[in-house]
Nanobody
Framework: QVRLVESGGGLVQPGGSLRLSCVAS??????????MSWYRQAPGKERELVAY???????TRYADSVKDRFHISRDNPNNTSLQMNALKPEDTAVYYC?????????????WGQGTQVTVSS
């Protein structure tokens, strides 16, 4: 059974940084064969894509709202990180890790439970 566990969320002041981590277990295929992604959902809003990384090609994509501030990476086997810098109050949301076995489709079919990020002074 595929399991994604996020960690690293918390309360941070505007302009600060956080690093989220997602550890995958139970993957039936090699980790590099998966598209790993981060989504977020703010109160009263729909879940939105933040960033994704395609394992087989290394291609990454970011939402315009986080470009040049966030960085997605695969740090070691089965771990996907999201480095978030220059955080803004509008980045406040529950952040979810997603996975899909694909070389191009970034819409997850496996989700983590989410980790809360709050940006406030």
């Amino acid at each position: 059974q595929v399991r994604l566990v996020e960690s690293g969320g918390g309360l941070v002041q505007p302009g600060g940084s956080l690093r989220l981590s997602c550890v995958a277990s139970g993957l039936p295929r090699k980790f590099d064969e998966y598209v790993m992604s981060w989504y977020r959902q703010a109160p009263g809003k729909e879940r939105e894509l933040v960033a994704y990384n395609i394992g087989v090609s290394g291609k990454t994509r970011y939402a315009d709202s986080v470009k040049d501030r966030f960085h997605i990476s695969r740090d070691n086997p089965n771990n996907t990180s999201l480095q978030m810098n220059a955080l803004k109050p509008e980045d406040t949301a529950v952040y979810y890790c997603g996975a899909r076995h694909s070389s191009y489709n970034y819409v997850p079919d496996h989700w983590g439970q989410g980790t809360q990020v709050t940006v406030s002074s």
